[in-house]
Structure formats: C-alpha cells, structure tokens
C-alpha cells in the first residue's frame, strides 16, 4: 500500500492545493493520500479563515483520503516544530511511506544538503548563528547569514554547494523553501524511512494578495483569496468575490465556502482583540513571559506598551522590532489567548509532539486505509472528542485539551461575530452547527 502524507493548512483551499492532490496521485501512485491538517488556528499566528471540519471536507471533495488534525500546539508553533509534529504524526500513523510538500526550488538535492547541515549543526553554524543573534537579528536572518557564512567558508571542500551566494540567499528567503528545509531537517534528526518528495511550486508569490483571472494564469495564492474575501469589510459582496475565486479555487472547494458563508462570518485575528486586550490586562509579566515562544523581556515590553493597545494587528504592529519578526509576535499574542505555556511544549515534547491521531474526516473508499491505521498506528486513533478520556494519559489529555479549548474558542467567537448562533437557514435543514468541540462530527464523504 502506497500511502503518501501532505501537511497543509487549507486556509482556504485552492487551484495550488487540488494540484498537489493531483500530482501525489498521478505520479507518485498514491493509493491513499493523508493529509496533516492545522484545526481552528494556523501557523502564522491567527484563526484560520473557516473552522477545521469545512477544511477538511474541501480537501476530501478534492481528492484527499483522510484527514487528520495537527494538534493547536504545534500547528501555531514555529516552522521548525510545525514540521517536526507534522513528521512525527506521519510516523505515529505507521503506514505513511513518503511525503510531498511544496517550495519555490524544485531542486532536492541542494534542500537536502542545507537541511543536513541545519539538522546536524556543526560547531561552526552554531557558533555564528549564536553571533548573529547576539546582534540583533531575527532567527530567520540570523540563520540565512549563518547558513551563507558556513557554506562560503566550505569553498573548494566536500561542503561547498554548486549555487551561488546569490543563489542561496535568495532560496533561504522564501517561505515555502524553508518550510521544506524543516520537513527535510526532522526526517533527518529521526532517521525516518518517510521518502520526501518535492513538487515544484508554481503560482503566484506566498504573499501577493492579488488574483490574476484568466485560463493562462498560475494559480493564486492563500493569501490573495484571504485578501479577496476581506476586501471592503463586512460590506464586501459575495458574488463579486465568488466571481474571481472562481479562477483560484476548484468548483467544489468554491461551493463548499458560499455554503459556510451563507451560514457563518469568516475570521481573522482582529475579531480576537477583545480576548487579547483583556487578556493582556490581567495578567503579569511573569504570566506573560511563560507564554509559549516570550520571553521576559517581550513580556515587559508587551506590558509598556499596553496604553497604546487597539487591537490584535495593530498591537503585532506595534511590538514588532528587527530582533522579532511579525509572525513570531502573532504567535505569541495567540498562545496568549489559547493558554498555551513553555509548559506545554514541554510536556508536548516529552511525548514526541504527536500522543493521539484526530481523524477530521475521510472518504467511504479510504476503509482500507482506516484499517490500516488502526492496526499499525503507535498512538489511540480519535474519531471523537469524548473517546479522549478513556483513551490517552494524562500528559496527553493535557495535549488534547487545548484542542478542546481553542476548538470551543473558535466556535464561540463565530458566534459572536455572526451575532447568533444559528442561523434561520440551518434550523430549517435541521443541520444544527455544534454548541461545543465535543458535538462536532467528523465528514464522511462517499
């Protein structure tokens, strides 16, 4: 059985996404394909865009076989620990072979070499990243200049790589070669037998938040459909918007958000300021500084800056310093409102990141599949949220928890920002949305 893993956060589904599906099948004969989802919050730092069960079931009316949840405290974690838990999962699953994932190189071999260097940490990149952090530099600017001082001091040896310095630094810069560098660095640090595959990605840049309509475009980005679906706030109309997703989102993925939109807001960091700014005002530096990715001083000069507090982004904004990216400082912000600690991660840690498989959803023609997963899976595998107890330790339930917890989160600040929740259309189908993450159900699509 040949079962291929993609970890993604589907925020929102796209043309991008569905190839990927696509290629994985095809051309690497996938007869099953799990995909490591983030749940209600992403890796950025935010909400994402829909809760995670219509997430999931876009990728499973794309072709996708099962779903499964990266639990809260991993998927808003940093790109090393997102990548490490999504890995972990993989392997805890016990029949997942390879992965494929995304990024603007298409070149393997060079990812694997930087990602050998990154995983085994040789005296001289430490040493450097060490400086170069001292000096005020973000990690990631600290990291490229430490990867680009290693490897040109590696001329003419067996390290050297066949790219220019140039080269490099513009690879270490985009978002997606990274993300890839890591999945490459935890398959490395765990001997894993998972085989990476990588898939060229073509499209519009990570961040552009335009979509170029026409048949001969590349594909849009997520954060161009965010942007599209945001533009000119709650006055926005809907079928203009559904008119250029068209061209960046498949049919089915497109019908699956106008059926959530007609039902429910989208969300966004802001509509969590409220929650922040209390949050922020109750508790003291040293709470503060145990939130998970702060320190003491990010925690003090969150504090001094207080006064000036608006809102979520506007905050970030505020806060932000060449020392700390804007991504960073959201993740900070959320774990603030999710409650997630140092404590956390290291209870996280000491159980391998991944103590239980979430299954979100999955196909009637994956069975197979699903019997595969519960004869060889090295954790409890969890189709519903009241198995939990019975199930997992206590360390682990610690874990779960918190997925309970910014589950019931997201739901209620849907709610209120709906300003009901249940709307006249739901209660006429009967389809009544869940009160709580212990009421949800997973999708089963035929």
């Keep these: ?14 043309n991008g996404h569905a190839y990927q599906i696509a290629h994985v099948r095809k051309n690497l004969h996938a007869d099953y394909i799990v995909v490591a989802t983030s749940g209600d919050y992403v890796q950025r730092g935010e909400p994402a865009l829909l809760d995670k069960y219509t997430r999931a079931r876009m990728a499973l009316s794309s072709g996708a076989d099962v779903v499964l949840e990266l639990p809260v405290l991993w998927s808003t974690a940093s790109a090393e620990l997102f990548a490490d838990a999504g890995i972990s999962l993989f392997e805890k699953t016990g029949c997942v072979n390879g992965i494929c994932f995304g990024a603007e190189s298409g070149d393997l071999a060079l990812l694997r070499r930087i990602a050998d260097v990154l995983a085994d940490e040789p005296a001289a990149l430490k040493a450097s990243l060490k400086h170069n952090l001292k000096s005020g530099s973000t990690f990631p600017k600290a990291r490229e200049a430490a990867l680009l001082s290693y490897f040109a001091g ?45 898939l060229k990605r073509e499209g519009a840049a990570y961040h552009e938040t335009s979509i170029r309509s026409g048949a001969s475009e590349v594909p849009a980005s997520a954060s161009a459909i965010r942007h599209t679906l945001f533009a000119g706030g709650a006055g926005a109309s809907e079928d203009s918007a559904d008119g250029i997703l068209h061209h960046a989102m498949p049919q089915k993925a497109l019908s699956i958000l106008q059926d959530y939109r007609a039902d429910f807001p989208l969300l966004c960091a802001d509509d969590f300021s409220g929650i922040l700014g209390y949050l922020l005002l109750s508790s003291s530096a040293s709470q503060l500084a145990r939130t998970a990715d702060s320190s003491p001083e990010f925690a003090n000069r969150m504090r001094n800056q207080l006064p000036y507090y608006t809102s979520f982004s506007s905050f970030a904004s505020r806060l932000k310093s ?19 600690t140092s404590s956390d991660y290291a209870c996280g840690n000491a159980l391998d990141k991944i103590p239980y498989l ?8 994956a069975a197979p599949l699903l019997a595969a997963l519960k004869a060889s899976a090295a954790v409890p595998l969890i189709t519903r949220p009241s198995q939990a107890p019975k199930l997992l330790s206590t360390d682990a339930m610690q874990v779960f928890e918190r997925d309970v917890f910014a589950g019931n989160l997201y739901l209620q ?20 949305p869940p009160a709580s993450e212990y009421q949800r159900q997973i999708v089963i699509l035929p």
Aim: glycine share 6%; proline share 5%; no cysteine.
């Design 154 to 198: 590696s001329a003419g040896q067996d390290g050297a790589l066949p790219v220019s310095t140039e080269t490099l630094s513009s690879l270490l810069a985009s978002p997606n070669n990274i993300l890839a560098l890591e999945y490459l660095k935890a398959l490395r640090r765990r001997a894993s037998s998972i085989t990476p595959y990588l």
């Design 1 to 14: 059985m040949n079962v291929i893993g993609i970890i993604a956060e589907y925020n929102p589904f796209h």
């Design 413 to 432: 600040m849907r709610n209120q920002k709906g300003g009901t929740p249940l709307r006249a259309a739901r209660m006429q189908e009967h389809d009544v």
């Design 358 to 365: 979430r299954i979100l959803g999955f196909r009637e023609s």
């Design 322 to 340: 060449k020392e700390m990216t804007l991504t960073r400082i959201n993740r900070i912000l959320l774990h603030s409102i999710l409650g997630i």
